[in-house]
């Protein structure tokens, strides 16, 4: 029998993920600049700094932030709205600008140096990642609203078109159907009484009031069945008185 291997995860461990940074900032809003250094072994020992830089267009790198067991703002114009805004195990190790500025465009850099400690050796990681901002005075409009507006009011067109169409189908064959019936009634009161089939007793004939009111389908039909024999012998009758 083979033996049970146990397997527990450890769900409260934080979980280290990439986050794309924010690039585009409506002025005087707040932004976090993103940097994130993950650690393939969080239980080695190791240490942690990070400096942040602007680069100007002439490539000339401006520092303005750094952390080295404990964050400082250094003596810039981000000076006052700079903000540590970075995790405890130093994986993330962002940052906030909390009033932004139209100055603020432009690109920032954010290098970390991490030295760890083995037992025979101590290596250095350096990692460096740049995050290009831009401030402006109003929020520019979403692609992705602006293509699902378009579709529905496209669908909401596509089918009122379809519901017009199809009304009108409706109508038109209905309207047929009532010409039709109209018709074979007018037919009907065309046929002279002696062609028209007659189901009442020999020696009798049949009185028909057809009555129609004005763009009915059905007529109303009204009859008298009378005895010709009889009102033929009152006739003689009378004569003959």
């Given at each position: 029998m083979l033996p049970r291997a146990d397997i527990i995860y450890d769900v409260s461990s934080p979980v280290c993920v990439d986050m794309p940074p924010e690039t585009e900032v409506v002025l005087g809003n707040p932004v976090k600049l993103i940097c994130i250094s993950c650690k393939k072994r969080e239980e080695v020992n190791a240490l942690t700094r990070v400096d942040w830089f602007y680069i100007k267009s002439d490539k000339e790198?401006?520092?303005?932030?750094?952390f080295d067991g404990f964050p400082q703002e250094l003596d810039t114009p981000w000076k006052g709205r700079l903000a540590w805004n970075g995790s405890k195990d130093l994986q993330d190790l962002s940052i906030n600008i909390t009033s932004t500025m139209l100055t603020d465009s432009g690109t920032y850099l954010c290098q970390v140096y991490r030295q760890f400690k083995f037992d025979?050796?101590?290596?250095?990681?350096?990692?460096s990642k740049e995050i290009t901002l831009d401030v402006r005075e109003k929020a520019s409009p979403d692609v992705t609203s602006i293509y699902s507006e378009m579709t529905m009011y496209a669908v909401l067109i596509f089918l009122s078109l379809w519901l017009l169409v199809e009304m009108i189908y409706c109508?038109?064959?209905?309207?047929?159907?009532?010409?039709?019936?109209?018709?074979?009634?007018?037919?009907?009161l065309a046929i002279p009484s002696k062609h028209r089939p007659n189901k009442a007793?020999?020696?009798?004939?049949?009185?028909?009031?057809?009555?129609?009111?004005?763009g009915a389908v059905h007529c109303l039909t009204l009859g008298w069945r009378v005895d010709i024999k009889k009102t033929?012998?009152?006739?003689?009758e009378a004569n003959q008185q």
């Amino acid at each position: 029998m083979l033996p049970r291997a146990d397997i527990i995860y450890d769900v409260s461990s934080p979980v280290c993920v990439d986050m794309p940074p924010e690039t585009e900032v409506v002025l005087g809003n707040p932004v976090k600049l993103i940097c994130i250094s993950c650690k393939k072994r969080e239980e080695v020992n190791a240490l942690t700094r990070v400096d942040w830089f602007y680069i100007k267009s002439d490539k000339e790198k401006i520092p303005i932030f750094t952390f080295d067991g404990f964050p400082q703002e250094l003596d810039t114009p981000w000076k006052g709205r700079l903000a540590w805004n970075g995790s405890k195990d130093l994986q993330d190790l962002s940052i906030n600008i909390t009033s932004t500025m139209l100055t603020d465009s432009g690109t920032y850099l954010c290098q970390v140096y991490r030295q760890f400690k083995f037992d025979l050796y101590e290596p250095v990681f350096i990692h460096s990642k740049e995050i290009t901002l831009d401030v402006r005075e109003k929020a520019s409009p979403d692609v992705t609203s602006i293509y699902s507006e378009m579709t529905m009011y496209a669908v909401l067109i596509f089918l009122s078109l379809w519901l017009l169409v199809e009304m009108i189908y409706c109508y038109r064959k209905v309207s047929k159907a009532d010409v039709r019936v109209q018709s074979k009634a007018t037919d009907y009161l065309a046929i002279p009484s002696k062609h028209r089939p007659n189901k009442a007793m020999p020696g009798t004939d049949v009185l028909m009031l057809m009555r129609c009111s004005p763009g009915a389908v059905h007529c109303l039909t009204l009859g008298w069945r009378v005895d010709i024999k009889k009102t033929n012998n009152n006739h003689t009758e009378a004569n003959q008185q």
